[in-house]
């Protein structure tokens, strides 16, 4: 793909995921957008052998935008970085297609791995802010990252993950849509297992109460 059509591969992909978007001009104005075109340069270098180019361009571009992508990073279609500030992606993560990352976000390594030492993102992960993705291990697709999450093992596909240390939430394998960018309304699971057991108590107390009606009635 030539510079037009990224060009308007961003266009297209910040307009549709970010609603306070008026005209195509303002992408202009969004570090996400130069810090992925200059990311596919220096990637296409970093391939090519010409790692110091590519980690020139790419220093450049963290003290410009604030977004640190390592141009050895693999990247797929429709990466949207909202805000960016203080985005950091490691060496040999991957991400898929369509994957949304908020200001804050490290997919980082933890120091202990050789060769793969960071984390692969599928198709449609978005990572909330300020969450930290650290280690050679993959986040299956349609999964979200809670804000301020710190995830340190592999999740499985439509799962969403919350706290320090990430816990996992299965929501019954429904897939999560492309455009559903909350991250407030996450599911926690201790609030649900205190939830169900309130509602077993009230079960045994319903049951009780039954049981001694029919004992006053004899």
Not at 172 to 192: G, K, T
Request: with cysteine.
């Amino acid at each position: 793909m030539g510079i037009i059509g990224y060009i308007k591969e961003e266009i297209e992909v910040i307009r549709e995921r970010d609603p306070a978007i008026k005209s195509n001009m303002e992408v202009f104005l969004y570090p996400t957008f130069h810090a992925i075109l200059r990311y596919r340069f220096a990637h296409r270098l970093y391939r090519n052998g010409h790692y110091f180019w590519a980690r020139w361009i790419s220093q450049r571009t963290a003290r410009k935008t604030g977004i640190e992508i390592h141009p050895g990073a693999t990247i797929g279609k429709g990466l949207f970085i909202d805000h960016g500030t203080g985005v950091v992606i490691g060496e040999t993560a991957v991400l898929g297609d369509n994957v949304t990352l908020y200001q804050g976000v490290t997919l980082g390594g933890t120091g202990k791995e050789q060769g793969k030492r960071h984390p692969t993102l599928e198709d449609n992960v978005m990572v909330s802010a300020g969450a930290k993705v650290l280690g050679s291990f993959t986040i299956g697709e349609n999964s979200k990252i809670g804000a301020g999450s710190v995830v340190l093992g592999p999740v499985p596909p439509n799962c969403t993950v919350v706290g320090i240390p990430g816990r996992i939430v299965k929501k019954d394998s429904i897939r999560i849509p492309r455009n559903d960018l909350d991250q407030v309304n996450l599911p926690d699971p201790v609030l649900d297992a205190i939830s169900e057991l309130q509602a077993e108590n009230r079960k045994l107390r319903e049951e009780l109460d039954i049981i001694k009606r029919k004992q006053e009635e004899l």
